[in-house]
């Protein structure tokens, strides 16, 4: 019985003919060839473990898609959404803008409610917009407050606002509220001025007035029930774009767009307002609000493309903690953003927001979607055949608005930064960094062609781009002497700063 148990037989002719195990092998030499059963002792070790075992089928496995089928993929992506039925068949045009908004979407505020309460309010919901009513009982608004308000009163609380003579007594007037520690209300913050024109629409209104305003440069819309004041949702270009593009198939008019590229559309601008990565945070915060832009491109020492700021990445810069953040360089900042989604996200973040000329219009509107930004920076690429025109560039911070089938005109240099030292090949994800910013394409742009293309009249844009900086000439940024008033604010505001650039953190 000890013999059957044995793991070590003494003789081939002793083992039972039903004994699964393999019969030892004979050698030339006549010599049997012992496989010994490992013992539960022994353990293998990684390079035992690793002998024999089969070739990777990673090394005979096969592409999934060729070049070309991935560049089709590109150029033509799927929808991250699925239509919805419900506006299949249908044309757009007959649409209302009633049936895109939702009022669960809506978040009031008063009129004396403190801007503290206000942006406290606006960056824990993620809301990109707050309505102001004049009391909790109404249902009408009579303005909005959004990051772009946000920005203009982070510059006047820390001083980097200045007034022109038609609003110096409201400078005056509120530093003084700040330096005696008063709440300064949105009624207050607001008279620094509207930075967004407030336009209704009546529930019953289609689509195409929404798009010839939109295409007008009007970034929102307040929706209102039908003959009355009363607000009930808030149709914004980004929610426009989507729907547009997840029900594309529905729409053949905006549809048959997709296809084109950037440069075959002629859309887009090649005035780019941008700043030097290696300037102060606070000049491009300035640079936003008196171009009347929601973002800048940030460039590198040869004009590459190497991150994005935008007023909505004012919400890391409401506690006085962040202070310091102004004073730092732009690049500084956007490491920071970077690293704080990649804390609230598990992973590390790197933004998505250029295009080149000859991106579809289909993989730009799928980036704009899926980012939900407002605009794309187009860089510089290979032309994609040696007939295509050439690829419009400029070494200018500022370039001239000229269609993208032509070449822009070489203007003499306006920069933030004669001597910019900041250089893509020096950051960090360098590889992954975009080319030379030749042009700026945005939602305004696209919903501008759609209305185009459908056979209606939206605004002229160069009038809208106009009209947004003059919005901001009440707080327009200066250098040298104001003259003795307006010191005086300066002075004061000064004075109450540490009154009121925290905006967080009094709860």
Not at 85 to 104: M, T, Y
Not at 368 to 391: G, N, Q, Y
């Amino acid at each position: 019985m000890a013999d059957l148990l044995s793991t070590q037989p003494s003789s081939a002719s002793s083992r039972p003919s039903t004994d699964p195990r393999p019969m030892p092998s004979r050698t030339p030499s006549g010599r049997l060839r012992h496989t010994p059963s490992p013992s539960p002792g022994h353990r293998q070790s990684f390079t035992e473990q690793l002998r024999g075992l089969p070739p990777s089928p990673r090394a005979t496995r096969h592409l999934s898609f060729s070049q070309a089928q991935m560049q089709e993929l590109l150029n033509n992506p799927p929808t991250a959404g699925s239509a919805d039925p419900a506006f299949a068949g249908r044309d757009w045009q007959h649409i209302s803008v009633g049936e895109l908004v939702n009022p669960k979407d809506l978040l009031f505020v008063e009129l004396d409610t403190s801007v503290e309460t206000a942006t406290n309010l606006l960056t824990d919901s993620g809301a990109p917009v707050l309505l102001v009513r004049s009391g909790p009982a109404e249902t009408s608004a009579t303005a909005t407050f959004d990051y772009r308000d946000l920005t203009q009163y982070l510059l006047f609380a820390t001083g980097q606002l200045y007034p022109d003579e038609d609003h110096l007594h409201i400078f005056q007037t509120l530093a003084k509220k700040a330096q005696q520690g008063h709440t300064i209300s949105l009624h207050d913050a607001k008279s620094l001025g509207n930075k967004e024109p407030f336009v209704t629409l009546p529930y019953t209104a289609d689509l195409t007035k929404a798009v010839e305003t939109f295409g007008g440069g009007v970034h929102r819309i307040v929706v209102v029930r039908e003959g009355t004041s009363e607000v009930i949702g808030i149709l914004s270009q980004v929610r426009l774009v989507k729907f547009l593009w997840e029900n594309g198939a529905s729409f053949p008019i905006i549809d048959q767009l997709y296809p084109q590229n950037i440069r075959e559309l002629c859309i887009g601008s090649q005035h780019v307002i941008s700043i030097n990565g290696d300037k102060p945070l606070k000049e491009a915060l300035k640079l936003m609000n008196s171009e009347g832009v929601t973002s800048l491109a940030v460039v590198d020492s040869q004009y590459n493309v190497v991150g994005n700021i935008s007023n909505a990445d004012v919400k890391h810069l409401t506690k006085s903690s962040s202070a310091p953040l102004l004073e730092n360089t732009c690049l500084h900042f956007i490491s920071v953003i970077l690293s704080m989604r990649g804390m609230n996200d598990g992973k590390d973040s790197f933004p998505v927001f250029h295009v080149s000329p000859f991106s579809t219009l289909a993989h730009t509107v799928a980036k704009l979607v899926a980012t939900k930004a407002h605009r794309m920076w187009i860089v510089d690429s290979p032309s994609p055949s040696p007939s295509a025109p050439p690829t419009p560039s400029s070494t200018h911070s500022h370039i001239s608005h000229h269609p993208f089938s032509s070449p822009p005109p070489q203007a003499p240099l306006v920069s933030l930064s004669s001597n910019p030292s900041v250089n893509a090949s020096s950051l960090p994800g360098s590889s992954s960094m975009s080319a030379r910013l030749s042009g700026v394409v945005s939602l305004t742009d696209i919903l501008n062609l759609y209305a185009r293309a459908s056979g209606l009249h939206p605004g002229d844009l160069e009038d809208a781009r106009r009209k947004r900086r003059g919005s901001s000439s009440s707080s327009v940024s200066v250098s040298g002497s104001w003259g003795g008033g307006a010191r005086e604010v300066r002075g004061s505001l000064d004075s109450a700063r540490s009154n009121v650039v925290d905006v967080r953190e009094k709860r």
